[in-house]
């Protein structure tokens, strides 16, 4: 390194070794590109050339089938001048024919068009190029070609096709046989495919006889007369070897185009053939290499001029890049360890520089993970420049707090870092409560005010992690649990662990879930003071077919957490509304109807439209339905839920805050809000028989809420005791098990025919 930093014309020779270096390994992808092209563009020749042929013999196979035909019906017709004129006008039209002829069982020549003398023709069974080729016709039903040869009557190399006409008994009545001029037929089918002379062209049959050859030269009749030596085929067998061993059993038996590299004594060439089950003939098709390697060569003179520009560029420029190279190194350097818009390092920077904190005999130290809640609401409704500011005036707020010797970092999205020596539960719990309080501070941003949490876990090393891989993750579990809760901190326990897994398998399972409709709802009655049916809360309840029944505390604060609560809740709320409607057609009265509402489905832009749409939709009258939004919800953003809880409120929608007495509400907040009615939590009617503070605490809510005007509710009813001290203290209304478990709609139905049949 030393050496480069004193001679910079030492990189320069390094450069031009890598270039050199990747010159030659892009001379390589292209020469491989080159012969993959060439060997594609081959075989789709080839496919060509099988499928003209097969359709050339099906045709003519079609055509000896009519016309034998005609004269196994007809022996007279070939007696018949006008018929006779019809036919040979037919085969003008087809130049590849010379002609067709009538061969008795014995090979004797009958009858040929064109009024050719048959007298002169040899007998097919006693020639040897065509003894063979017949006496499979005889055998057949199937049309038969025969072997390229001389015919001597016609002074012409031909094709024969024959195919036995049988008469009922299936003995042969005659055989029907054409000749196919070698080069029209064959011939004119590979040149009009292979125009320009590409390849050299070989058509085999399964006895190893040449029946087609072509290398755009003058055609070489030679090669008809004989098979294909065994020495021949025993090298393209040792060829294929080489390339294609598992194919070597099925290789003269192959659907499919095969290629390899054949190296004769002579020269190189690619061959590609493939194999024709249906008329047995081997389809072969070959390029000399050379002429691959002479593409190639042409393609490497172009290449090798634009390497000899490039090197000599990189000469000239190098002395005005040396000079920058400095100062550019350490911009980017920073840039790689910071991050941009905050200006704190980055996640680069903790796994670049991670040596610092865990190194053999290190001290131990706390990693905090920092997590902001309801980030992404300001982000969707007010955009990103806003989310942007606010961030920035957060990394100034903890620059402003950071303790001595520690480190802070960006690790992405609304995630920080901080790395710190302090290492104590009590002080690691008390830096991240200031944390928290520090970045729950209100930002002014454009003149307005607005508010988010922090949700901060800490993992410890070495005790919860050796790498810094483990203490992330581990920090990331404790934030996990913090993030229930919001606006608080944790320190990592083994026991999160199992927590942890099991809500990434509820957030896995969710999506699928949602989209499958796997969730239902459940309802439980709600009665008045006079004992009578008033109304239910609707509850969603998911049954999973690979996690089982998931509690509605598990998956809901999983759907919050990542992002699925509104398309969730937009399920709730359409099967809510569908049961009900049924519900209520079916005894014909209409009563209450409660659904809860998360914090992000109250915050999506077009809810109120949404949800009063549905209900309409429906048919629900809005004095009939209700939505239950939590305290704590109230709290976070009271100023951006104000105006869409008045529009839902025009609407005659009711609005219950539930859960009430578990916040920090304000009296002078709840008198703003349009709200009418509140439900004590559960926790307080639990202990409400036993406890003085919450038979104070219940009588408290129930005075607020009068004197609000607003109906109460307590929930969580399970005897007669709790219900006698509610009655006494004023309360409106009453759900709980005591009067009835959340009610599928059919149940729902049959609780309120029987136990409350009038309102």
């Known amino acids: ?437 520090t970045a729950s501070a209100p930002y002014h941003i454009n003149a307005m005010r607005l508010h988010v949490g922090a949700s901060v876990g800490i993992a410890k090393y070495p005790a919860h992690g050796q790498t810094i891989n483990e203490l992330l993750r581990a920090a990331d579990i404790a934030m996990y649990e913090s993030k229930r809760l919001k606006n608080s901190a944790h320190l990592f326990k083994n026991t999160m662990q199992e927590g942890y897994l099991r809500n990434v398998n509820i957030e896995q399972a969710l999506r699928s879930a949602i989209e499958n409709r796997e969730f239902f709802m459940v309802y439980q009655p709600q009665i008045s003071t006079q004992g009578a049916f008033y109304g239910v809360e609707a509850l969603a309840r998911w049954n999973s077919p690979i996690l089982g029944n998931v509690p509605p505390d598990a998956f809901i604060p999983v759907a919050e957490a990542s992002g699925q609560m509104p398309a969730l809740g937009r399920c709730i709320i359409e099967a809510s509304f569908a049961d009900i409607k049924g519900v209520q057609q079916a005894l014909g009265r209409t009563f209450y109807t409660s659904i809860n509402l998360s914090a992000r489905q109250l915050l999506e832009p077009d809810f109120a439209a949404y949800f009063i749409g549905k209900m309409r939709e429906e048919g629900i009258q809005g004095v009939w339905a209700a939505l239950e939004i939590t305290e704590s919800l109230l709290i976070e953003d009271v100023g951006s839920i104000l105006p869409l809880l008045q529009e839902l409120k025009a609407h005659g929608i009711k609005l219950s805050m539930d859960d009430f007495g578990t916040g920090y509400s304000s009296l002078s907040m709840l008198r703003m809000l349009p709200i009418d009615e509140l439900k004590i939590d559960k926790s307080f009617i639990d202990t409400v028989l036993l406890d003085k503070g919450a038979q104070q605490m219940v009588q408290s809510i129930i005075t607020i809420g009068k004197n609000l005007e607003m109906d109460v509710v307590a929930e969580g009813i399970e005897t007669k005791e709790q219900l006698d001290m509610l009655t006494h203290f004023g309360c409106d209304r009453f759900q709980g098990y005591y009067f009835a478990r959340p009610l599928d709609k059919e149940a729902l139905a049959d609780f309120i025919q029987e136990n409350h049949p009038y309102m």
């Open 1 to 437: 390194m030393a050496l480069l930093k004193k001679n910079i014309w030492s990189i320069f020779y390094i450069l031009t070794a890598l270039f050199t270096l990747y010159f030659g390994f892009v001379s390589y992808l292209q020469w491989q590109r080159l012969f993959a092209n060439a060997k594609s563009s081959q075989e789709n020749t080839l496919r060509l050339i099988a499928n003209s042929t097969q359709a050339l013999y099906r045709t003519n196979e079609v055509m000896l089938d009519i016309l034998g035909h005609r004269f196994l019906e007809d022996d007279s017709y070939q007696d018949n001048q006008s018929a006779m004129a019809i036919l040979d006008a037919a085969l003008e039209k087809s130049p590849a024919i010379i002609s067709i002829a009538l061969v008795n069982p014995q090979g004797a020549m009958l009858f040929a068009t064109n009024n050719l003398d048959v007298s002169t023709f040899p007998n097919l069974l006693e020639q040897p190029e065509s003894r063979d080729s017949f006496i499979k016709t005889m055998e057949t039903d199937d049309m038969v070609f025969g072997r390229t040869y001389f015919f001597k009557p016609f002074q012409d190399w031909i094709v024969p096709i024959r195919k036995a006409m049988r008469n009922p008994d299936g003995s042969v009545h005659h055989v029907i046989t054409a000749a196919l001029r070698l080069e029209d037929s064959f011939g004119h089918l590979v040149k009009n495919i292979d125009h320009e002379n590409r390849y050299l062209s070989l058509i085999v049959r399964e006895d190893m006889r040449v029946q087609y050859a072509s290398n755009g030269q003058e055609p070489n009749y030679n090669i008809y007369q004989d098979a294909l030596s065994h020495s021949k085929q025993e090298a393209m067998k040792k060829a294929v070897e080489k390339t294609h061993a598992s194919a070597l059993g099925s290789f003269w038996r192959s659907r499919q185009p095969l290629s390899f590299v054949y190296d004769a004594e002579e020269t190189s060439r690619l061959v590609s053939f493939q194999y024709d089950a249906t008329y047995k003939l081997w389809f072969v098709l070959m390029t000399q290499m050379k002429l691959l390697w002479m593409d190639f060569a042409k393609l490497l003179g172009t290449y090798f001029l634009i390497f000899v520009c490039v090197e000599g560029l990189l000469y000239f420029l190098f002395r005005i890049i040396a000079t920058a190279e400095a100062k550019r190194r350490a911009e980017l350097l920073h840039q790689a360890t910071h991050d941009q818009l905050t200006g704190l390092l980055n996640r680069n920077y903790l796994k670049d520089n991670i040596q610092q904190w865990i190194y053999p005999k290190a001290p131990p130290f706390g990693l905090l993970y920092i997590d902001l809640d309801n980030f992404k609401n300001v982000n969707d409704s007010f955009g990103h420049q806003h989310g942007d500011v606010l961030l920035r005036e957060l990394a100034q707020r903890l620059r402003a707090i950071l303790p001595k010797n520690a480190l802070l970092l960006r690790h992405g999205g609304d995630e920080f870092i901080l790395l710190t020596l302090a290492h104590e539960d009590n002080t690691l719990l008390a830096l991240a409560k200031e944390l928290i309080t």
